[in-house]
């Protein structure tokens, strides 16, 4: 028989875990690495739509937790990508090899020249990861003038191209070229990650990856069902579904039935 969680018991884990309501509020770096180090992996804006804790919430109002999803990725203490439902989700570098490991099995390369030659990037990302490979890292601003005309769809058709390189590990934030206004410098993602990084998800079973994958977003939300799990990774529904099959087998993830829905949902409460 399949046991039932109920909603207040799921909302009690996630305000302790998230820092919401009245849970001890992020003030400082340390504190933000700390929470992203407990959790594994959090969004940076609100989206109720995404059941994982969200930096923007997790901090204190006066914190400058906008400036820390920058200067930690410019550290190497974390990643910054379009990965979640394609939303900005800042990742614990222990678990980044799950995430690179699982693209590599996906057809994704490390390289943007092979990605280049399949026809997996855009024209547009291509030629901003061509003009940081010749002239260097460069601030967001100064990318957008060099490369693109000034008009609003140029700016937009800019911008979409730097999610799309962000979805797919392959720019990250080096540092902020102005504190004061935040201006992003990009790097390619080659050159920032570091290689034991890449060496360990160049080891890590693609099985492997997504087992702990599933486990630490299971743990970090409380409580997901497969149906949500296969539209936040954007993975194959048979895929994602064989992977849970695995974990309830191995007993690392249970089964239950959420007694707000009547839906079943993985859980390890």
């Not at 909603?7 to 509020?25: I, M, S, V």
């Not at 102005?178 to 034991?196: K, N, Y």
Request: proline share 4%.
């Amino acid at each position: 028989m399949v046991r039932s969680m109920t909603n207040q018991k799921l909302l009690a884990y996630r305000k302790a875990l998230w820092r919401l309501g009245t849970q001890p509020k992020l003030r400082t770096e340390p504190q933000a690495m700390a929470f992203l180090k407990r959790v594994g992996l959090c969004l940076l804006f609100d989206c109720e739509a995404i059941p994982l804790p969200k930096l923007a919430e997790a901090a204190h109002d006066d914190a400058d937790w906008w400036a820390w999803k920058d200067t930690l990725q410019a550290k190497r203490q974390l990643y910054n990508g379009r990965v979640i439902a394609h939303k900005a989700t800042l990742i614990d570098m222990d678990l980044l090899p799950c995430f690179l490991a699982i693209y590599f099995d996906q057809g994704g390369c490390e390289e943007y020249e092979e990605e280049e030659f399949y026809g997996r990037l855009s024209p547009e990302a291509v030629r901003i990861l061509r003009w940081i490979d010749r002239h260097g890292p460069m601030a967001v601003d100064q990318l957008r003038l060099q490369l693109f005309p000034r008009s609003p769809q140029a700016t937009r058709m800019f911008h979409q191209a730097l999610h799309e390189l962000q979805a797919k590990f392959k720019v990250a934030v080096a540092g902020l070229e102005d504190r004061s206004w935040g201006v992003r410098v990009i790097e390619l993602f080659t050159r920032w990650v570091p290689a034991a990084v890449v060496d360990s998800a160049r080891q890590l079973d693609p099985e492997t990856a997504r087992e702990r994958l599933v486990c630490r977003m299971v743990t970090t939300a409380g409580a997901l069902s497969a149906t949500e799990l296969i539209r936040l990774l954007g993975w194959e529904r048979d895929q994602a579904l064989s992977c849970v099959r695995r974990l309830l087998a191995k007993r690392w993830l249970c089964e239950k039935v959420f007694s707000k829905t009547t839906e079943r949902v993985l859980t390890v409460l």
